[in-house]
């Protein structure tokens, strides 16, 4: 079992910057393609971003050039850096894991084995 702890979320303002991290309990963490999500009030779960396991990069058209995911394989640990923050990126922001060889299709949310809790973002107008 793979275990995810997402931590930085808070209250910051439009225009604004955040960084998401998300620790995981994994022996390599370049071993998994690992991705962020995010869920609004009323709406559906969403994909934001995403590290193959080779360090190929993947975003949503929503966030290109605002954020940019990382990975430290040292601390087995992922990033998620958010500049230039919207009103509309308030979310909770979830960081998922999938442990296959092939990452199949990276923006859906059933493509992915484990699921850390959550860290809700605001972004206040």
């Known amino acids: 079992q793979v275990q995810l702890v997402e931590s930085g979320g808070g209250l910051v303002q439009a225009g604004g910057s955040m960084r998401l991290s998300c620790a995981a309990s994994?022996?390599?963490?370049?071993?998994?393609?690992m991705g962020w999500f995010r869920q609004a009030p009323g709406k559906e779960r969403e994909f934001v971003a995403q590290?193959?396991?080779?360090?190929?990069?993947y975003y949503a058209d929503s966030v290109k050039g605002r954020f940019t995911i990382s990975r430290d394989n040292a601390k087995n640990t992922v990033y998620l850096q958010m500049d230039s923050l919207k009103p509309e990126d308030t979310a909770v922001y979830y960081c998922?894991?999938?442990?296959?060889?092939?990452?199949?299709?990276?923006?859906?949310?059933?493509?992915?084995?484990?699921w850390g809790q959550g860290t809700q973002v605001t972004v206040s107008s």
């Open positions: 994994v022996r390599t963490v370049s071993n998994y393609h």
């Open positions: 998922a894991a999938n442990g296959k060889y092939y990452s199949g299709n990276y923006y859906r949310s059933d493509t992915y084995d484990y």
């Open positions: 590290i193959s396991r080779s360090g190929m990069t």
